[in-house]
Nanobody, 120 residues
Framework: VQLQAFGGGLVQAGGSLRLSCAAS????????MAWFRQAPGKEREFVAA????????YYVDSVKGRFTISREFAKNTVYLQMNSLKPEDTAVYYC??????????????WGQGTEVTVSS
């Protein structure tokens, strides 16, 4: 499975961005999709995940109520809608995929990052 993330950019605090992650290759399978992020000088952290069916989602506490993860099967694409952005959301965002149950770790496939910068 190949993943390509895009949609990052520079936004002012309080603004919104939508990230997209397009999957290609061997996409048949019950893949859980997720977003992670890595801020400068910090370790990569889990942000959000969505089950294969789209019926279950999970978020890190710091983004609950502000970020929404969704998926569009017809386009093999997962989205991360980010609203009410804060400077602390500044990071490189990565999409990832895994087979099995929804989880915050142990993802097998990773896309390249897309950079999000939130100015104060």
């Amino acid at each position: 499975v190949q993943l390509q993330a895009f949609g990052g950019g520079l936004v002012q605090a309080g603004g919104s961005l939508r990230l997209s992650c397009a999957a290609s290759g061997r996409t048949r399978g019950s893949y859980v999709m997720a977003w992670f992020r890595q801020a400068p000088g910090k370790e990569r952290e889990f942000v959000a995940a969505i089950s294969w069916s789209g019926g279950s989602t999970y978020y890190v506490d710091s983004v609950k109520g502000r970020f929404t993860i969704s998926r569009e099967f017809a386009k093999n694409t997962v989205y991360l809608q980010m609203n009410s952005l804060k400077p602390e959301d500044t990071a490189v965002y990565y999409c990832a995929a895994r087979l099995g149950p929804i989880a915050t770790t142990l993802y097998d496939y990773w896309g390249q990052g897309t950079e999000v910068t939130v100015s104060s």
